[in-house]
């Protein structure tokens, strides 16, 4: 090699990977700037009525296919997810006690809670709290109460 070559310096970067993502600076000098602001999700009117809609048709649901003796504890428990998720910051502790509850109560109607509890417009209500906040409904979608 001659001494031109190796005056300078040489710099490489490999990356790879499937969650690999991002921008990345490699060499002398770099110099890197994110500008972060605040993140606002907004929720519609009609988000939120087609979220109590879907309520609705879980209560119909309940009220006919939930055992007689079921039928009124259950619909006090679909009132209580409803006051839980639908409000700026969503309770997972009463969303998984809930879920839980038609799991060894009424398992018919479970999977028609479930979907409550990961319906879109939760979902933004969610987004809308906060990173801590989004962890605890994904453990709580992800797990058994």
């Known amino acids: 090699m001659s001494e031109q070559e190796q005056s300078g310096d040489r710099i490489s970067a490999d990356f790879s990977g499937a969650t690999v993502s991002g921008t990345v600076g490699v060499g002398k000098g770099i110099e890197q700037h994110q500008a972060v602001g605040t993140m606002t999700t907004q929720v519609t009117q009609a988000e939120l009525d087609d979220l109590r809609s879907s309520f609705d048709a879980v209560r119909a649901q309940v009220r006919a296919e ?15 997810l409803e006051q839980a998720l639908v409000t700026d910051k969503p309770d997972p502790a009463t969303a998984g006690y809930v879920k839980g509850w038609f799991a060894r109560n009424v398992p018919a109607i479970a999977g028609a809670v479930v979907s409550l509890v990961v319906h879109p417009v939760v979902g933004k209500l969610v987004e809308a709290g906060g990173n801590a906040l989004a962890d605890q409904f994904a453990q709580l979608v992800g797990g058994d109460e």
């Open 66 to 80: 939930a055992p007689d003796d079921k039928r009124e504890p259950a619909l006090e428990r679909i009132d209580e």
